[in-house]
């Protein structure tokens, strides 16, 4: 059995941290902020090619593609877990949907196998950024429950966020 340890301090800027006090809770928040954003157009904004006046309202500059929701749904819903707090709804889904799999209904199945088919959807499934999103915070609460391989994103994702001092 190997044991791997990845201790990085922080990165620092004149003595503090890089994005300032942020904390898992604010990043949560960021990310899904970001998310929101990213995949919805807002309300009316569809204006006329080169129509001009006062009154538009905000556009979409970028918007996320389905992988990119995908996998920022993953580090949303990874810190969701660290943040606590009411961010634990997202596991508390996560672990509903694990168990309507892993109950005895569909024979011996465990939480590695529920984490395949996330993974299978995810990779084989091209859907909408919004619903690219959700799946990605449901399967970083499967995958952290799952252990394994598929810790692995958890693991990069907390990694990181504890080099630019986040958590």
């Not at 904004?45 to 309202?57: D, E, L, N, R």
């Not at 918007?63 to 707090?85: I, M, R």
Request: proline share 3%; net charge neutral; charged share 15%.
């Amino acid at each position: 059995m190997y044991d791997i340890t990845l201790a990085a301090e922080a990165i620092n800027i004149d003595g503090g941290r890089l994005l300032g006090t942020v904390g898992a809770g604010g990043i949560a928040i960021a990310l899904t902020g970001i998310l929101i954003a990213g995949i919805r157009e807002p309300k009316g904004a569809a204006a006329a090619p080169g129509a001009s006046g006062g009154g538009k309202k905000g556009r979409l500059k970028k918007k996320l593609t389905p992988d990119q929701a995908e996998w920022t749904g993953v580090a949303a819903g990874t810190l969701y877990a660290v943040a606590g707090s009411i961010w634990t709804v997202t596991g508390d889904i996560s672990e509903a949907f694990t168990d309507m799999f892993t109950n005895g209904g569909w024979g011996e199945a465990g939480s590695g196998a529920v984490s395949l088919l996330l993974a299978g959807i995810m990779y084989f499934r091209e859907m909408t950024p919004g619903k690219s999103a959700l799946t990605g915070i449901l399967a970083a609460g499967v995958w952290a429950q799952a252990g394994g391989i598929w810790g692995l994103p958890q693991f990069l994702v907390l990694t990181g966020a504890h080099a630019i001092g986040i958590v």
